[in-house]
């Protein structure tokens, strides 16, 4: 995996890291602590997005076990703007790895919010794990339904 984009906070902390792997067809994100607002969270995914349209990309590996923001108010629009737009892309399957329970960090719950949008999505393309050996071997095998969140 190579790196592809670094994301930084407005105190420079980075909060999130893209990076893409073209054999693999894999584009992968990586999330750290906190983002600043819905528009840092945006920003990120939407590149993710950008990246499908303009590769050869099929898989999504989605790493949030140490996001401490919640996305919450951005879940409408990941649901019906972002994944249209990735699945018309070539997305075929996305993992998205949580955190092993609830983890609230002042009063946000990652794992709710995203436990939600995995939901809404409602479509076998997008499962969630909290074990990230196990979500890296149903992106690229396609198997294990009886592992998912």
Do not use: C
Not at 15 to 27: C, K, Q, R, S
Not at 37 to 56: H, N, P, W
């Amino acid at each position: 995996m190579r790196s592809k984009k670094l994301f930084h906070r407005t105190n420079d902390q980075i909060y999130a890291i893209v990076g893409d792997n073209p054999e693999e067809g894999l584009v992968s994100d990586v999330w750290f602590n906190h983002f600043d607002s819905q528009a840092d969270f945006q920003a990120v995914l939407d590149y993710v997005a950008t990246l499908f349209e303009q590769g050869r990309y099929s898989y999504w590996l989605a790493d949030l076990r140490f996001l401490a923001s919640d996305f919450g108010p951005s879940e409408p629009w990941l649901v019906k703007e972002l994944m249209p737009r990735v699945i018309r892309a070539g997305l075929a399957r996305e993992a998205v790895v949580l955190p092993s329970s609830a983890v609230e960090a002042e009063g946000e719950d990652v794992y709710k919010t995203a436990s939600q949008a995995l939901q809404d999505i409602a479509d076998g393309r997008v499962r969630g794990f909290t074990d990230i050996a196990l979500a890296k071997t149903w992106l690229f095998k396609g198997d294990l339904p009886d592992q998912s969140v």
